[in-house]
């Protein structure tokens, strides 16, 4: 697999990090769908940089994808995202390579334990000392079972604040970790935005994904290591824990805004099929293994 393909890959995972399925019987090849586009404006550099966001929704699939600039420049990101609910799978499409990687929990386990294996080995002919020194340095995983390395859990708390944000109705949400605010969100009703009733389990069905395969991509780096691969932070997890949208999502760092997410639009949309499938051309590529 390419580095750029890994490097498409391993970005769509932050953007998991970073923001708050189909059913094939249909014989028309468009879909009834919700489209949501946002806003995401990441305050960690000297400069605010904008980047725009579309989420596609039907059924128990969705894409995401990053837009143009409103002042006509291209977006960022040379690929997009889809997640089948179904399939239980993200693919992650790179435009660069015309190529695409089908993701998995069950993958990365499989990998991380091949790596594992394969680290093992090449140390049996290592002398103790240093295979006692690489123990060490693993925090004594070499050889034992992989594990996601423990991590603070996340505090949701509903406050009595209300406001209108967006022209939505919302109630304020704010999560912390370790006793630090790390976010702060302003919920509305799934009710109020157009088509949320029927795309709010698609949601809460990638919040689900998005932990199971961040907890597997950790095993990996985890169990090899020590170092956690992703950002602790998941805000999909938000649509399992809070009761509604996010239309406003600030995320803390230490008390400093490191980002924040704005709901633009929420529409009703037929949708094509094939947007929740790689175009026909591209070559699916796999996970490097050792």
Request: charged share 25%.
């Amino acid at each position: 697999m390419s580095r750029s393909l890994l490097a498409t890959a391993t970005k769509a995972l932050l953007a998991i990090s970073a923001l708050p399925a189909i059913s094939f019987a249909l014989a028309s090849p468009l879909l009834g769908g919700v489209v949501f586009e946002l806003e995401v404006t990441d305050h960690s550099g000297s400069t605010p940089q904008v980047e725009r966001m579309q989420i596609s929704v039907e059924g128990r699939s969705f894409m995401m994808e990053a837009l143009p600039a409103s002042d006509g420049r291209s977006a960022a990101a040379a690929g997009h995202m889809i997640f089948h609910g179904d399939r239980r799978e993200m693919v992650v499409i790179d435009h660069n390579n015309k190529a695409y990687m089908v993701m998995t929990s069950e993958l990365f386990e499989n990998v991380g334990t091949q790596m594992q294996r394969q680290l093992e080995k090449a140390l049996e002919n290592v002398s103790e000392e240093r295979r006692a020194l690489i123990e060490k340095m693993m925090k004594g995983r070499l050889g034992q079972p992989l594990s996601a390395p423990q991590r603070p859990s996340t505090d949701y708390r509903k406050t009595s604040e209300r406001a209108t944000k967006q022209g939505y109705p919302c109630v304020r949400w704010d999560a912390f970790r370790d006793g630090e605010k790390t976010l702060e969100m302003w919920v509305t009703n799934w009710s109020n935005i157009s088509g949320g009733s029927e795309v709010m389990d698609a949601f809460a069905e990638m919040a689900a994904f998005a932990a199971e395969l961040m907890a597997s991509v950790e095993k990996m780096a985890g169990g090899l290591g020590g170092a956690s691969f992703l950002s602790t932070n998941n805000s999909f997890e938000a649509f399992a824990r809070v009761d509604g949208f996010p239309v406003l999502t600030r995320r803390f760092d230490h008390g400093d805004l490191k980002n924040e997410t704005i709901l633009r639009s929420a529409s009703r949309k037929s949708l094509d099929r094939a947007v929740f499938e790689p175009p026909a051309d591209y070559k699916r590529r796999s996970l490097p293994t050792p």
